[in-house]
């Protein structure tokens, strides 16, 4: 049994806990008294501590594992490097100066890394090209995640995940009700996110990226309108990605968002042997379309 220490127990976190409880010692970190709340509801061991903070670390125990997973909380881009460079090298540093240090990271990052691809498939193998300033601090915490550990002898692996979703994260109604704006979506259901990481963990795989995205990009029309069928409701309106980026209300931010187009290959995943639990966003919205419909 090993122990395994997950710093930001959020939306993932909290999901993998629940995965790995019942056969690992598993701790989870979070900083907010809710926070902790929320772990211990989930059934296994909470920390408060601040990632960003060394002295309030050394109340996290040892672990042989660790999963730095903490969020920014959707701030800017010097509220990411605070928590995701910053707060990634101090939990690294903390850690692997320890007696008994880990023996390996994985930190979970975000498809965002790559920028826009027009369209075209990425896989690990694609250049990154961050085009916003908190992707820029996404794809340094990536290297630092890689690079540090192997300072201390410790292996640091990426789990690169695509857009999450599933329970309190389905957003139906962004897409019943539209408009909808043309691009692709890449996804992944939590109960996969977090599955991957346990798997990445639990068979001592050394690559240094794993894109963690499901098996089939859908573009956001076709993905709509098949979620309005299934919904039993009228297909919503349809927005070109010209007539979104004529709106006036778009933010330099928004805008760049909007122009970034991509289809993310979980080949590497499905090589390495992860079998999927909600393949792909059919299977993955089943729940929620029931809920919807009373079924």
Request: glycine share 10%; proline share 4%.
């Amino acid at each position: 049994m090993s122990r395994v220490a997950i710093l930001g127990c959020g939306y993932v976190g909290l999901e993998l806990g629940r995965q790995l409880r019942d056969d690992h010692d598993v701790v989870g970190v979070r900083r907010s008294d809710g926070g902790v709340d929320a772990i211990e509801a989930a059934g296994f061991e909470a920390v408060q501590a601040d990632v960003t903070d060394d002295g309030s670390l050394s109340a996290v125990p040892s672990a042989d594992w660790l999963v730095f997973a903490a969020s920014s909380g959707g701030r800017g881009a010097d509220a990411a490097r605070e928590v995701y460079v910053e707060g990634l090298e101090t939990a690294i540093d903390h850690f692997w100066s320890r007696e008994d240090a880990p023996e390996r990271l994985v930190y979970t990052s975000s498809t965002g890394v790559y920028g826009d691809h027009d369209g075209a498939w990425v896989d690990e193998s694609t250049p990154l090209d961050p085009r916003t300033a908190k992707t820029e601090v996404l794809a340094e915490a990536e290297r630092m995640a890689r690079e540090r550990p192997a300072e201390y002898g410790g292996h640091g692996t990426v789990a690169r995940f695509a857009g999450l979703y599933g329970p309190e994260r389905y957003r139906l109604e962004r897409y019943l009700d539209g408009p909808v704006t043309a691009g692709y979506l890449n996804m992944v259901h939590r109960t996969d996110a977090a599955g991957a990481v346990r798997f990445l963990l639990e068979a001592d795989h050394r690559d240094e990226v794993v894109l963690v995205v499901d098996d089939e990009p859908v573009e956001k029309w076709a993905f709509a309108d098949w979620l309005a069928e299934a919904c039993g409701v009228a297909f919503p309106p349809k927005q070109t990605t010209e007539e979104r980026l004529a709106d006036a209300d778009c933010s330099e931010t928004v805008t760049r968002r909007i122009r970034t187009s991509k289809r993310c290959s979980n080949g590497r995943l499905r090589e390495l042997g992860y079998e999927f639990v909600y393949p792909t966003f059919r299977e993955g919205y089943r729940e929620a379309v029931d809920t919807y419909t009373g079924n």
